[in-house]
């Protein structure tokens, strides 16, 4: 068989309930998608702080959990959905900066010292503030972009013998084990 264009070829099977499929398939709803990823990452979150909440228990600590995981999002309308386990600031201490930034950080444990990398665009070396505060290290400065970031700390450190060095808009801190710490 032969037509004006050249001779038919057969449709395959494959093809022709790959069509079936499509016409058959709903529209997807890229919304319903989006709420999805974002209700697993929540039931995520929860599971995490159950296992936090299990982890201190078992421990016999009877002071608020040193965990600290979480992450935020921020919509097209400017609103900030916030999900996780962030303790919430004291009373007593520094007025929260709710226009500051928490930069990126990853804690590397290391035989003799703990090191905290954050990554900082735009701060000036200057205004950089590190502190040591219950277990945990406070980071604060400003440039082009104003930071703040508590990162708990896994082990006891020697605070006086603290080292950090910016470059690149890294901030590297190395902190020392306390004496007789694992």
């Known amino acids: ?18 069509e ?21 990452l929540k039931g995520l979150v929860e599971r995490l702080g159950k296992m936090a909440e299990g982890a201190r228990q078992a421990s016999g600590q009877g ?3 040193r965990v600290v995981f979480g992450y935020s ?5 400017g609103a900030v959905q916030a999900f996780g386990h962030v303790p919430e600031p004291r009373a007593d ?3 929260a900066m709710p226009e500051a930034r928490q930069p990126l950080v990853d804690v590397f444990e290391e035989a003799d010292a703990l090191l905290v990398v954050a990554e900082v665009p735009g701060l000036d070396p200057t205004a950089l503030r590190l502190t040591i505060e219950d277990g945990t290290l406070v980071i604060a400065g400003e440039g082009r972009v104003r930071y703040r970031r ?8 020697e605070a006086a013998a603290m080292t950090y060095a910016i470059r690149n808009g890294i901030l590297e801190v190395r902190l020392p084990r306390a004496k007789g710490a694992k």
């Open 1 to 18: 068989m032969s037509g004006a264009r050249g001779p038919r070829r057969p449709i395959s099977v494959a093809r022709t309930l790959s």
């Open 20 to 40: 079936r499929a499509r016409a058959e398939a709903p529209a997807v709803d890229a919304t319903a998608h989006l709420g999805g990823i974002f209700d697993g």
């Open 63 to 65: 002071q608020e959990g």
């Open 73 to 77: 999002v921020r919509t097209l309308d």
């Open 93 to 95: 201490s520094e007025p």
């Open 150 to 157: 508590v990162v708990a700390l896994p082990a006891a450190i």
